[in-house]
T-cell receptor
Framework: DQQVKQNSPSLSVQEGRISILNCDYT??????FLWYKKYPAEGPTFLIS?????DKNEDGRFTVFLNKSAKHLSLHIVPSQPGDSAVYFC??????????FGTGTSLTVIP | DAMVIQNPRYQVTQFGKPVTLSCSQT?????MYWYQQKSSQAPKLLFH???????NEADTPDNFQSRRPNTSFCFLDIRSPGLGDAAMYLC????????????????FGPGTRLTVL
């Protein structure tokens, strides 16, 4: 049973525009959410995170929004750059060291 | 500077032949994780070590075992690989996430791609 879902396998965006990547989850006990970015032949690298007690966290061009009532989070990248082209994974943590990942969304930023 | 190293990057084994994947870290993190990721699927947590304490996920097959002889190293042993075990295996580390903090990020290695013939 997939507890973290990324329903869009791929997304294409023009350079300079906003990229919005979405993630849904089912377990209300998740207390921490993370986004990872993955380039081919590399492991995922941490991008940004948000605690379940917050609804927004911003870091430069990246903003994560959390809607707990809808069990939904999103990652906004603005402005999008060609170097942002990668696979983005959403992950959620249960208290402790259990992390659950989504299947990823492949973002292509078109120059 | 490499922080989480996985060797080898590519591993080919035969059906039923035991195989060991290795992971090392220079971060001195308490926690080490092993994930299995099959094509187009989410990375799936197999187990993790919190220091020397081993934590197995309930649905991890018995065919998968792990060893952590010291803080820096962690091994994934697949006792009798089947065709369905072909996947990317990711090792990750993190600091103690049980100390009351709001969480800590995981640092991933590049993965080992396992092929079973």
């Amino acid at each position: 049973d997939q507890q973290v879902k990324q329903n869009s396998p791929s997304l294409s965006v023009q350079e300079g525009r906003i990229s919005i990547l979405n993630c849904d989850y089912t377990n209300s006990m998740f207390d921490y959410f993370l986004w990872y970015k993955k380039y081919p032949a590399e492991g995922p690298t941490f991008l940004i995170s948000i605690s379940s007690i917050k609804d927004k966290n911003e870091d430069g061009r990246f903003t994560v929004f959390l809607n707990k009532s809808a069990k939904h989070l999103s990652l906004h990248i603005v402005p999008s750059q060609p170097g942002d082209s990668a696979v983005y994974f959403c992950a959620a943590r249960l208290t402790g060291n259990q992390f659950y990942f989504g299947t990823g969304t492949s973002l292509t930023v078109i120059p | 500077d490499a922080m989480v190293i996985q060797n080898p990057r590519y591993q080919v084994t035969q059906f039923g032949k035991p195989v060991t994947l290795s992971c090392s870290q220079t971060l001195n993190h308490n926690v080490m994780y092993w994930y299995q990721q099959k094509s187009s699927q989410a990375p799936k947590l197999l187990f993790h070590y919190y220091d020397k304490d081993f934590n197995n996920e309930a649905d991890t097959p018995d065919n998968f075992q792990s060893r952590r002889p010291n803080t820096s190293f962690c091994f994934l042993d697949i006792r009798s690989p089947g065709l369905g075990d072909a996947a990317m295996y990711l090792c990750a580390t993190s600091r103690d996430t049980l100390a009351g903090g709001l969480g800590d990020t995981q640092y991933f290695g590049p993965g080992t791609r396992l092929t079973v013939l």
